[in-house]
């Protein structure tokens, strides 16, 4: 499978727009960072509905951007369970017609769901190589400006599309944090580090806008996985 396919984003319906902007931002930045625009192209569907999409008030599999978020529903209260859309979304028709990542946005809050304990919400969630699903509504509460609450979410997504594309690999046993939720995470001063609380992408944010948003080991990193589909 190659590492060089588009990536699909779908919105779900009401999302703000200064969200929107954040989330793309957060994608072409990457891509242009580091230097696959061209293979790596982002197209943005919106609220992507296919015709046909509902058919007698039942939402048709896999033919809108609602079908894959009903699929996260009926697990817990006022959340969306990631787990079964990140199946959904590995098992789709659509990667047939043209492999591609799938990057879904939605403004409802998260969980991450299966047995995972100790965690009240996510703000994203990747399977690696195939999709991410990430959510503004943990950064609509904050109490900062609304620029400030936009990079917070930027800065998600990057750290997201680091997962889709491979960070941080397994191998990387030194200055990797093995432990961290999700799996390794970087420790350099870096998006590809783990922050459970909200206020800790904060720090990731000001961070990010002050120095290069990849540390070195990173950005040659993810280079090297998304040509060789591995790092050395
Ligand atoms: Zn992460
Ligand atoms: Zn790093």
Redesign the pocket.
Known sequence: MSHFKPIYVVFQEGVPNVYVQAAMRGMTSVVNLLGVRSGIPVHNFGVWREPGWRQMGSLVSEMSVDWYIQQGRGQRRNQIVIEPILQAFAQEVWQQHQPHYDVLVLHEDLHPGGGVKGVNFIL?C?FRGLASVVSCHQFARMEVDESVRAACMETTVM??I??LFGLCPKTWVDAMDQE?F??P?CTNRCI?R?RVAVDGWLELTRDRLEHPPFCQRCYVGVQQLLLEGEVS
Do not use: D, I
Request: charge should be negative; glycine fraction near 34%.
């Open positions: 994203g990747t750290h997201e680091g997962h961290a999700g799996g995470h590809m783990q």
